[in-house]
């Protein structure tokens, strides 16, 4: 399986961006996929993600109301519309996708497998 986001870029506070993933290989359908986050200097961080086949969609706190996760399953593609966006939330943003998820990890990027390359975001205040 590859992943590539893409849609990162530089966005005023308040602004939005919608961030892409296209998967390559695997069963996308059947996967649990998701975006995490790593600032500078920090850990990365779950942002959220969509739980297998089903329509469950699990978002981080810091994000709930302002991120909307979909995916677009004939497309094999991820979205992560963003809004609201304050400086806290630049980082680099990847998509990651797993076929051997436990429910109760899908929050830890240690469950997932497969990741892409990233897309910075960053917004300035």
């Known amino acids: 399986v590859q992943l590539q986001a893409s849609g990162g870029g530089l966005v005023q506070t308040g602004g939005s961006l919608r961030l892409s993933c296209a998967a390559t290989g695997g069963t996308f359908s059947a996967a649990t996929v998701g975006w995490f986050r790593q600032a500078p200097g920090k850990e990365r961080e779950f942002v959220a993600t969509t739980w297998r086949n089903t329509q469950r969609i699990f978002y981080a706190d810091s994000v709930k109301g302002r991120f909307t996760v979909s995916r677009d399953n004939a497309r094999n593609t991820l979205y992560l519309q963003m809004s609201s966006l304050s400086p806290e939330d630049t980082a680099i943003y990847y998509c990651?996708?797993?076929?051997?998820?436990?429910?109760?990890?899908?929050?830890?990027?240690?469950?997932?497998?497969?990741w892409g390359r990233g897309t910075q975001v960053t917004v300035s205040s």
């Open positions: 990651a996708l797993t076929n051997s998820a436990i429910f109760s990890t899908m929050r830890s990027h240690t469950a997932y497998n497969y």
